[in-house]
Nanobody
């Protein structure tokens, strides 16, 4: 059984930072799994934020977060992180982590197999 648990969300002022963590438990290491972060704001469709591909090890980012967010992984801890800097009110959303043994596109969230339950990020003064 695959289990993903996100943490690190909260309320932050514009310009502030947060680091999200996601621990993945499924009896295997993350070495050969793609890892992604997605978000969903109220009334909007879920969108890809960033991912690390299992096929080439490269990282990908949505244009809206490039230069501000950084994804990283610690395979020894089965954990993926999302460092978020220079946060804006439009970053407010529930953030989800996901994993998949293949390399689905960051822009096709429904192609990812396993999901966490999400953590709320609110950027407001």
């Amino acid at each position: 059984q695959v289990q993903l648990v996100e943490s690190g969300g909260g309320l932050v002022q514009p310009g502030g930072s947060l680091r999200l963590s996601c621990v993945v438990s499924f009896g295997f290491t993350l070495d050969y799994y793609s890892l992604g972060w997605f978000r969903q704001a109220p009334g909007k469709e879920r969108e890809g934020v960033s991912c690390i591909s299992s096929s080439d090890g490269n990282t990908y980012y949505a244009d809206s977060v490039k230069g501000r967010f950084t994804i990283s992984r610690d395979n020894a801890k089965n954990t993926v992180y999302l460092q978020m800097n220079s946060l804006k009110p439009e970053d407010t959303a529930v953030y989800y982590c996901a994993t998949d043994p293949l390399s689905p596109s960051l822009f096709s969230w429904s192609s990812w197999d396993y999901w966490g339950q999400g953590t709320q990020v609110t950027v407001s003064s």
